[in-house]
């Protein structure tokens, strides 16, 4: 059974460092891995997509990366605003030939952007 | 605008009472899931279906039942046997064509139940 893990739970960091996010997965056979953003009683915003043929996807101040072989996935934020204050959650689906696609959540990474 | 629409943002049940969250999508996607939040848990998945007239139970589907009976409704019953039904409650559908060429999952706002 795929596990997903977020490290850290929580991180405060003061505005305009550059921050790394990470996420690890237990199986390695994922069809994709996709971050979301969620802002506090709201629902999830999707940020970034990687394919599992993919390295890495950019946009804008945001950069993940996958490493299919370690089970591993960052997500790289830019001169940090407090408006990216939120929980980043990374969610993993596993390649089960294109018959059925469900999505393992980690429980995500708190941040917080201090003026 | 095409997207979920997940209504109503809060609802309270009462003990013994079943209760229904209504997701609606105008994307035409195939999948849709439903997933329940608790804080500190993530998320977990509760029903999920591919096609209509056809669903699958996920990881915590006691205590729920679902129904798709069209592509764009899936709706969630939360009956009297769900003992702890207090949480933030998100659907989702997909998978839809990402920008940089790979499939991804778009979510509903949410519906937050609190037994009273």
């Known amino acids: 059974k795929q596990e997903v893990t977020q490290i850290p739970a929580a991180l405060s960091v003061p505005e305009g460092e550059n921050l790394v996010l990470n996420c690890s997965f237990t199986d390695s056979a994922i069809y994709n891995l996709q971050w979301f953003r969620q802002d506090p009683g709201k629902g999830l915003t999707s940020l970034l997509l990687i394919q599992s043929s993919q390295r890495e996807q950019t946009s804008g101040r945001l950069n993940a990366s996958l490493d299919k072989s370690s089970g591993r996935s960052t997500l790289y934020i830019a001169a940090s605003q407090p408006g990216d204050s939120a929980t980043y959650l990374c969610?993993?689906?596993?390649?089960?030939?294109?018959?059925?696609?469900?999505?393992?959540f980690g429980k995500g990474t708190l941040l917080t952007v201090n003026p | 605008d095409g997207g979920i629409t997940q209504s109503p943002k809060y609802l309270f049940r009462k003990e013994g009472q079943n209760v229904t969250l209504s997701c609606e999508q105008n994307?035409?996607?195939?999948?849709m899931y439903w997933y329940r939040q608790d804080p500190g848990q993530g998320l977990r998945l509760i029903y999920y279906s591919q096609i209509v007239n056809d669903f699958q139970k996920g990881d915590i589907a006691e205590g729920y039942s679902v129904s798709r009976e069209k592509k764009e409704s899936f709706p969630l019953t939360v009956t009297s046997a769900q003992k702890n039904p207090t949480a933030f409650y998100l659907c989702a559908s997909g998978p839809h064509r990402d920008r940089a060429g790979g499939y991804g999952y778009t979510f509903g706002s949410g519906t937050r139940l609190t037994v009273v």
């Open positions: 969610a993993a689906v596993l390649d089960s030939g294109g018959s059925n696609y469900k999505l393992t």
């Open positions: 994307l035409n996607h195939d999948a």
